[in-house]
């Protein structure tokens, strides 16, 4: 428990704070009481528990015993969730007394408006925190099915649920086998070698067409710059089934469905877009002088670009380029019409095995996926760093 730093601006008083902490309480009982089956039972009894300690922390014990309170209620929480549900209760358990400890004196003791400015209202004040938790609300929704799917991809068993071995960290719950399956079989290796083959030249095109793209479109003298504009990145706007479905008809009238240059072309396609988008927005800053220097100084085109203008817009294309290489890496719809069996990429195989066959190795192969884009997500905020630095929209 880290030591208290007293950042009070005055005591709440109890028709505040009491209410506040057991709403609170009444939440995190849904949870609670849901696990146990009894939902409504989980809300009176969450929402009377911590109200309970509110009072005791804040009137009766105060803030010379805020560290011991603390870690009181952490033991308390603990021991009830070791009860109810083993380790992992004793886990979760932990993490809730850790956080209402915090939170009855945060309320208790007004330190929520202590780095607020004096003058806000109430109602400004609860908006304050309101958004955050609304933000926070939404990322955890959206991240929960991630952090549900990496532990599944370590089950022991062929399951696609927690088995009770892993609910008691039982370490024979865990296992490796469906990464083993994943490097091993041939199927799987097959299809990854199909995704690494594609990928690659469909960002090599995506970058090349969409940078060349993107420093036209950025010419005030170009006629009917957002139009153009807005047909080369229409295949972010449409949804994908009809792209995937024109491209089809297309490419079987011109010989190109079921090759791989044409899953090639198709994945280029919806990667040029993001290329297009960032160098774009990286053009934003640049400095047209340098160019117009270079050129009195006698370089021709070619050589302004290479030497001039791509050093100062390469976060960007490199940006782009990251982003098309996940698109085509992901990407399973235009992969199933326009190509064949000889194309099958990786996440057509994942398609096929959700389909066909049952097998947990798809998560493994998820969670693969994920740590990958996790990886490239970071390499692109980096750059959009060291691209902000270069054009001096941030400190150094």
Same mark, same amino acid.
């Given at each position: ?32 009481? !849901?696990?146990? /089956?009894?939902?409504? =039972?989980?809300? $009176?009894? %969450?929402?009377?528990?911590?109200? #309970?300690? @509110?009072? *005791? ?11 011991? !309170?603390?870690? /009181?209620?952490?033991? =308390?929480?603990? $021991?009830? %969730?070791?009860?109810?549900?083993? #380790?992992? @209760?004793? *886990? ?305």
């Amino acid at each position: 428990m880290s030591d208290v730093i007293l950042t009070d601006t005055g005591k709440k008083p109890l028709s505040f704070s009491l209410p506040v902490l057991a709403a609170a309480g009444a939440f995190a009982g849904i949870f609670v009481g !849901a696990a146990q /089956g009894s939902s409504l =039972l989980g809300i $009176v009894g %969450g929402a009377i528990l911590l109200a #309970i300690l @509110g009072f *005791v922390c804040i009137e009766v014990l105060g803030r010379k015993a805020e560290k011991p !309170a603390r870690w /009181g209620i952490l033991a =308390l929480f603990a $021991v009830a %969730g070791f009860l109810f549900g083993g #380790i992992p @209760g004793l *886990v979760v358990g932990a993490l809730f007394g850790w956080f209402f400890g915090w939170f009855i004196y945060w309320i208790g003791f007004n330190r929520y408006r202590a780095h607020l400015v004096p003058y806000l209202t109430s109602g400004q004040v609860l908006w304050h925190y309101a958004f955050r938790v609304i933000c926070g609300a939404i990322f955890v929704f959206l991240i929960t099915p991630i952090l549900v799917v990496m532990p599944l991809s370590f089950n022991a068993e062929n399951f696609f649920t927690f088995t009770p071995e892993m609910l008691r960290f039982d370490p024979e719950g865990y296992s490796l086998k469906h990464y083993r399956d994943f490097f091993t079989n041939s199927d799987w290796q097959a299809a990854l070698r199909n995704s690494v083959m594609i990928a690659p030249v469909a960002t090599i095109l995506s970058v090349g067409f969409g940078t060349l793209a993107a420093i036209g479109l950025s010419q005030p003298h170009v006629p009917f710059r957002r139009a153009i504009m807005a047909i080369l990145i229409s295949p972010m706007i449409v949804p994908l089934i009809i792209s995937a479905a024109g491209m089809y008809f297309f490419y079987s009238r011109i010989g190109l469905q079921g090759t791989f240059f044409g899953v090639v072309l198709a994945h280029a396609a919806l990667g040029i877009p993001f290329v297009i988008i960032t160098v774009t927005a990286t053009l934003v800053g640049f400095d047209r002088s340098l160019t117009r220097a270079a050129a009195n100084m006698g370089a021709d085109p070619v050589t302004t670009f290479f030497r001039v203008q791509m050093p100062l817009i390469l976060p960007g294309v490199i940006s782009g380029g990251l982003f098309a290489f996940i698109t085509s890496f992901d990407e399973v719809v235009v992969v199933l019409f326009v190509g064949s069996a000889g194309q099958k990429t990786l996440p057509w195989q994942m398609f096929t095995g959700l389909r066909e066959q049952i097998s947990p190795t798809i998560l493994a192969v998820a969670t693969i996926l994920v740590v990958i884009s996790i990886a490239l997500l970071t390499v692109v905020e980096l750059l959009r760093r060291r691209s902000e630095r270069l054009r001096g929209m941030s400190p150094g």
